[in-house]
């Protein structure tokens, strides 16, 4: 491509709504333009950028052995009924009416009508397995757009969805898409991780999210220092102490902590480390209020305790007044040790493990010392309910857990038979009765993936893009081509020398001086640079640079061709 | 690809809705599944048909200089409104309210999206001329819906805008996008006119219609048979008779004509021709009413009429009340001899040229015969006004016209600064001034595309594509390949070497007996099919057939090599 040919337009100034570098980046390199909030055109080097990632995605699918197809984006609201989501999916459902007062959405994902395609077209087992895929554009009606094409409400999404006969078919494919995935993002050149996921709402058995690495990621998520362990931060196993719980050593003893209430007052007032504090959490739950014992150090992580017999589903904190009334004591003064009998004591694995320590006294201003537990404190249960931290054991006893920040640019789920029993989606066995299709479903955020790459990959000067997602690969800047014909010539010559060996080569033939040029060349992240100049040709050389160094090499003709071989 | 592996189902019966060929073929090869009127899931076959002619799109548009970007589908109302488009465009505009009440539309088009593109990105006539492209979903929410995806209501298409200083300029980039139009659909081996079209509400200088030829086609177009001028029908010029007018030879004489009012009633009770016959519509015109004369044997054009300086734009026909209140007369015996001087008589010109013609006597139940222009009847201006029929001149001078019908495809337009004034999309010229863009615009069908080639191309066996657009060039089909290792094995290594070619091969490898398996091969439209057999193993050969023709031929290895290579 010739620059003078293609339409750039880098800007200086972006909206101070432009919060993270991505943002910001993709507004002054002009790859996107607002059009309303959440709503972006992608300009022709945007869509550069982004085509090369659907390219990759597309090509990956179709080797691992999913088909392509493309599903409406306008769906119509009686299939939303029959797995109730069209009330249950909340506001992020654009909702339509057509001109006979039919109604419709805008498509935000696509199980039911896949499953309803599914219902119709597959009769038999022989059919199976399928797994089918588009990459389409959905819409999701945030009620906070931002961060540019990070959350947006109109995005492009590869999303497939695949059918099977039994459970053990659906892991087989689960793991095909896993490896898919993992082929994907590191063809793409980025740093990512595969985290066991929360099913979250979805439901279903297995879930992995991709993530790629960013420090401004909202994501935080827990990996091993030893082996390919990564886990989301909410599913990522605290596991038990290697030693055993020491025996008690000190009787118990009330201390007066008159206006200590929080972990930090309470150990600095009593000169005790907060880990060998037990900290007590009353939630609300099945039959009354349950209590949450973590150590002082740690946190309760709300989406395992979710998870306990005792709680409904959900882990929401007591008031004051339900602690008062259950307790006679008041928030910050709440311990295992004397709690009435009523109320469940679940004990975290690092909690249980601890002697000798110090926790609420069940008496306005009053702490225990000394405490232990079973001699003083009742446990009910012992289970994982805190989050991890840094240093934490590997829960595969390799090595020991990092935390990082990432960006969620896929997911794969196990669906099992949720949508397909809802939508009747049944195909005949070979003892011909029906069975209901298990079901798995993989989704690809292929405008956030952009997104990501350029908070992973950038610096003061602009983007870094990694190769495969580059809008060009090579950029041929000459120098003084307006009053130097050789520079002129040889610019042009190296150009369509590198274009006819089918690199991806953009010549700047725009005439900008070379401050200028390089700020372009530089802002949108062309991964090489060729300088060419008077000087360079006197000394038979060009002027190399990779994008992402502070050094220039100078190489022959021949260099160069050995290094875009 | 190997059949087995992918997702074929074929069916036979089709709803009763599906009323043209192309329609009951896409259900029957199972290309697309309707999912609600007019919107229909493609499934992978019908999308690998649809992803081949948006390749060749693409490539074209790409080569002749256009740039690819990507606009959204939701556009906002407060845009259209800068137009006037939010109410003028009609029921076909889908209107959509977010969750903060905020009014948008699904984009049926996107003037102007791009136009506020181009007002916010081009400031300078250097970054001009520039042509801008997509290829993307759009929806139209058409009041009936219908032959499947020819008239859906979510579409593909390729919309392109180009951005010009200058009228000449535009001129150009109209002719090279002209030209690009025809490459593309030459390359997709389809059979089409480029045809002068009125442009219509959407206003501008020039526009054609690029017409695929189909006997089911809504429009009827007129061609030569001497050169390759086309033009849809209502735009196809109706030249002037070669031969001047006779001179007059009868009187003129009042006959009763009590019943016969229509040229068919006359003809037949006077023994005269039509073509001897003048015929009288009256119109409303700006000013009271206007006669519109014809010759008996042909059809006034409302187009053309519509635009005559007496007419208000439109043509309209006056009711029996207002006619006989202007002339006293009823219709059917209105003629353009003895009528008030107050109506204007417009004359198309092959009437013009008739001598001693029968027409309305302009006194009810009565006609005249051997009346005279002149002489007899009065002509206030003489204009093309009629429709053109088969056996006219080419108004080109070469050959002489035919009727066609067509599927419109395309459509390239001359808009000038209709969008960018209301828009304000200007930029500085070399002066420093500001001024308004000059556009144009052009748009292809791109799933339509699929539908038409169906309507050209197909047999009672099913469809016949154009190799361009075939979801597979070549089949390969073993007979009784469970039974016979050979067959199997030399079915295996001949859909190998084709593959390994490149050739886009596709192996029935799910075991059918001969005549399902070419049922569907046929119905799909494979155009090379190659079969292989016992017999033809022991006789060194395979059975090739070229869809669309009736007769095997028994090619060798080598001959089938050199077919495809």
């Not at 995605?57 to 009686?78: C, H, T, Y």
């Not at 409904?312 to 003064?333: H, N, Q, W």
């Not at 150009?495 to 060996?501: F, G, M, V």
Request: negative net charge; hydrophobic residues 40%; contains cysteine.
């Amino acid at each position: 491509m010739r620059l003078s040919r293609f339409h750039l337009a880098t800007v200086k100034e972006v909206p101070a709504d432009a919060e993270i570098a991505s943002h910001r980046l993709m507004l002054r390199t002009g790859m996107i333009r607002k059009l309303a909030a959440g709503i972006y055109t992608w300009s022709p080097l945007g869509l550069r950028v982004l085509s090369k990632v659907e390219g990759v995605v597309r090509e990956e699918m179709n080797r691992a052995g999913a088909l392509e197809l493309l599903m409406p984006s306008i769906q119509p609201k009686e299939l939303w009924e029959e797995t109730g989501r069209w009330e249950k999916f909340g506001g992020q459902l654009l909702k339509i009416k057509d001109r006979k007062d039919a109604s419709y959405c805008y498509g935000p994902t696509h199980e039911e009508v896949i499953t309803d395609y599914a219902r119709n077209e597959l009769r038999s087992y022989k059919q199976l397995p399928v797994n089918f895929y588009q990459i389409q554009t959905k819409f999701r009606d945030e009620i906070r757009p931002r961060f540019g094409v990070m959350r947006a409400r109109e995005f492009l999404m590869k999303d497939a969805y695949s059918f099977h006969l039994t459970q053990d078919c659906l892991a087989n494919e689960y793991r095909n898409m896993y490896d898919t995935y993992g082929r994907i993002f590191t063809r793409l050149g980025l740093k990512f991780r595969a985290v066991q996921a929360d099913t979250g709402a979805i439901g279903g058995n297995a879930s992995h999210e991709f993530q790629v690495l960013a420090d401004s990621g909202e994501d935080a998520i827990a990996f091993s220092t030893g082996s390919d362990y990564a886990a989301n931060i909410e599913m990522a196993e605290a596991v038990a102490p290697g030693a055993p719980r020491a025996a008690a050593m000190q009787a118990l003893e009330r201390v007066a902590t008159p206006t200590q209430k929080t972990i930090d007052e309470v150990t600095a007032f009593l000169g005790v480390k907060p880990s060998q504090c037990v900290k007590t959490i009353l939630v609300r739950g099945n039959d009354g209020l349950v209590a949450l014992c973590v150590r002082g150090d740690h946190e309760v992580n709300e989406v395992k305790a979710a998870k306990l017999a005792e709680l409904p589903g959900e882990s929401m904190l007591a008031d004051e007044a339900e602690i008062v009334r259950a307790t006679g004591t008041k928030p910050g003064f709440i311990g295992p040790a004397g709690l009435p009998d009523s109320i469940p004591v679940i004990v975290d694995r690092s909690a249980a493990a601890l002697a000798d320590f110090v926790c609420g006294g069940n008496q306005d201003g009053t702490h225990y010392r000394g405490a232990n537990w079973e001699r003083d404190a009742r446990i009910t249960r012992v289970a994982d309910i805190r989050k991890v931290v840094e240093g934490d054991p590997s829960p595969d006893g390799q090595g020991t857990l990092k935390i990082a920040r990432g960006i969620e640019v896929g997911h794969v789920f196990q669906l099992g038979d949720k949508y397909a029993q809802a939508l009747g989606a049944t195909v005949l066995d070979d003892a011909g009765k029906a069975q209901v299709m298990q079901m798995g479903c993989y989704g690809i955020g292929v405008s956030r993936i952009v997104a990501a790459a350029i908070e992973q990959n950038h610096d003061d000067a602009g983007i870094i893009w990694p190769e495969p997602m580059a809008p060009w690969r090579v950029a041929v800047c000459p120098i003084g081509a307006a009053q130097n014909a050789q520079v002129r010539e040889e610019a042009e010559k190296l150009y369509d020398e590198l274009a006819a060996r089918g690199v991806d080569v953009l010549l700047d033939d725009r005439g900008l001086r070379p401050g200028p040029m390089f700020a372009d060349i530089e802002l949108i992240g062309v991964p090489h640079r060729i300088v060419v100049s008077e000087r360079g040709l006197a000394a038979g050389t060009f002027e190399y640079r990779r994008r992402g160094e502070s050094e220039n090499r100078s190489l022959s003709r021949d260099e160069l061709a050995r290094l875009f071989a």
